[in-house]
């Protein structure tokens, strides 16, 4: 199994700002499942 450094979700949260609202607007059930693993 492979490991990604850093971590998926580290990378995510700083190369996409969550706060965006075209991604939001764009991609609803993405921006909402990122925000719901990042928050868990």
């Known amino acids: 199994?492979?490991?990604l450094t850093?971590?998926?979700f580290e990378l995510l949260?700083?190369?996409i700002q969550l706060t965006n609202s075209k991604?939001?607007?764009q991609?609803?059930?993405v921006?909402?499942?990122l925000?719901?693993?990042l928050n868990s």
Do not use: D, F, Q, W
């Open 1 to 3: 199994m492979y490991v």
């Open 6 to 8: 850093p971590p998926l």
């Open 35 to 37: 925000l719901k693993t």
């Open 27 to 29: 991609y609803p059930s």
């Open 13 to 15: 949260a700083k190369h």
């Open 23 to 25: 991604l939001a607007r």
């Open 31 to 33: 921006h909402y499942g």
